[in-house]
């Protein structure tokens, strides 16, 4: 017999939890068929309704059901690394609690395993009933991440993944603090399969994502993966460099020739407010990597558990 685990990071799922299992069941006699065991891992990660007390209710009546609770929220990256960390099954899948990882797609996936992929990763390639300015910026950042890192990530991917041992080990072996697990994904490599679906809109409750929690996700994935914006402030400081030298020789001229006064101070202080932002700015892109350096070197554990089952 083989072990198959399922990680679903929970972060008050309190309507969904009896729906998941259900749904995901279904699948039992699939999984039957293939000699495969099944256990669950539901992470809690801080939930402040009913989610704990849901998944305990399901454990006393089904021993395949592990939960893991942390002391506070530590996000879904949290989750997803403590799941991984828990779980024994020779094969591995991460599922969202709220069914916008629909359990019906697991055959497929184990089929693709079968065929000898290391991975089977999802898409969605559809985003109905998202609203039209997430989906808008969702598709600009992955266009600029294609672009600016060497890692693949690929538009629309969830992290809904079946994997191997073997790559579950891989993902393990990243110590790193700041975890973008999109493009941890990417990084490991391995023969994956990719797999499309279409949107489905989540069953219960709300999504805890909202635009400000997503743009600094975004430039979480960035930073993490790629050290491009670096290069473009260094690339903006010499631009500016040189515009400054043409200007230098343009106003010596013009002085030399016509005796021109230096007049216009408002354009001069136009050019220094412009100047003096690019140098802010770029300072804070330098400042997000000292940022990163100072959450790697404190070397804090990523999250913390209060009760295991
Ligand atoms: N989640 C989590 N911690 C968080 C936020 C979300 O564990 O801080 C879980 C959540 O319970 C769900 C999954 O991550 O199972 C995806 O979250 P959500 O559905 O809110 O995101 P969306 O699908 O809208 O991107
Ligand atoms: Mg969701």
């Known amino acids: 017999m083989k072990l198959l685990s399922a990680i679903v990071p929970c972060y008050n799922e309190q309507e969904n939890i009896r729906d998941f299992y259900d749904e995901f069941m279904k699948n039992e006699s699939d999984f039957k068929s293939r000699d495969l065991e099944v256990e669950l891992i539901f992470v809690d990660d801080g939930s402040t309704d009913l989610t704990v007390k849901n998944v305990k209710e399901l454990a006393e009546k089904d021993n395949r059901i592990h939960l893991i609770s942390f002391s506070r929220n530590f996000g879904k990256e949290a989750a997803i690394l403590a799941g991984l960390r828990r779980s024994k099954g020779d094969l591995t899948v991460i599922m969202d609690a709220d069914l916008q990882d629909p359990p ?35 598709r600009r950042f992955y266009s600029l991440m294609r672009r600016m890192s060497k890692t693949e990530i690929v538009d629309g991917a969830r992290d809904y993944r079946l994997m191997t041992r073997q790559v579950v ?33 989540r069953r219960k409750g709300e999504t805890k994502w909202s635009f400000g929690k997503l743009l600094v996700y975004s430039i979480e994935g960035i930073t993490s993966f790629s050290t491009a914006p670096l290069g473009l402030a260094a690339f903006i400081g010499l631009l500016f460099c040189l515009l400054a030298f043409a200007a230098i020789i343009f106003v010596f001229v013009r002085a030399f020739f016509f005796g021109d006064p230096t007049s216009g101070w408002p354009s001069l202080v136009c050019i220094i407010l412009l100047v003096s932002g690019i140098q802010l700015f770029c300072i804070g892109i330098v400042g997000e990597y000292l940022a990163k350096a100072y959450l790697e070197v404190k070397q804090r554990p990523v999250y913390l558990v209060k009760e295991e089952i």
């Open 104 to 138: 019906a797609l697991l055959p497929q996936m184990l089929d693709h395993i079968d065929e000898g992929y290391d991975s089977v990763a999802t898409r969605r390639v559809t985003r109905k009933g998202e609203p039209l300015i997430r989906s808008f910026f969702a």
């Open 169 to 201: 080990d891989a993902i393990l072996s990243m110590p790193e603090y700041c975890r973008f697990t999109k493009g941890i994904f990417g990084w490991v490599g391995f023969n994956t399969k990719w797999i499309e679906f279409e949107n489905v809109e």
